[in-house]
């Protein structure tokens, strides 16, 4: 079993930032793709981003292209969301999830083990 925390959400104003992680323990994740995804109030969790085991490759949804960043540390077995020129849409809940397959996947079934969640609030 693999278990996810997340940390780093808070409230912002429009245009900043703030750094999301997530760390994994029970198991070492560096051979899984790990990924982030994100539930506004009201909506469906929806993907944002995900990157495969080297970190060579990342994945984004088109509403955060060119503003957040997905990388992460093997050695803390961590995932990092860095989150830049926020915007009030983003606001949500974020979590982290695991997908244990080289191969990324941009749907929450494709995830096998979700952390849970931390608040994200942009004001305008």
Do not use: H
């Amino acid at each position: 079993q693999v278990q996810l925390v997340e940390s780093g959400g808070g409230l912002v104003q429009a245009g900043g930032s703030l750094r999301l992680s997530c760390t994994a323990s029970g198991r070492t994740v560096s051979s899984y793709t790990m990924g982030w995804f994100r539930q506004p109030p009201g909506k469906e969790r929806e993907f944002v981003a995900a990157i495969n085991r080297s970190g060579g490759s990342t994945y984004y949804a088109d509403s955060v292209k060119g503003r957040f960043t997905i990388s992460r540390d093997n050695a803390k077995n961590t995932v990092y969301l860095q989150m830049n020129s926020l915007k009030p849409e983003d606001t949500a809940v974020y979590y982290c999830a695991v997908r244990r397959s080289y191969y990324a996947g941009y749907g929450e079934a494709q995830y096998d083990y979700w952390g849970q969640g931390t608040q994200v609030t942009v004001s305008s």
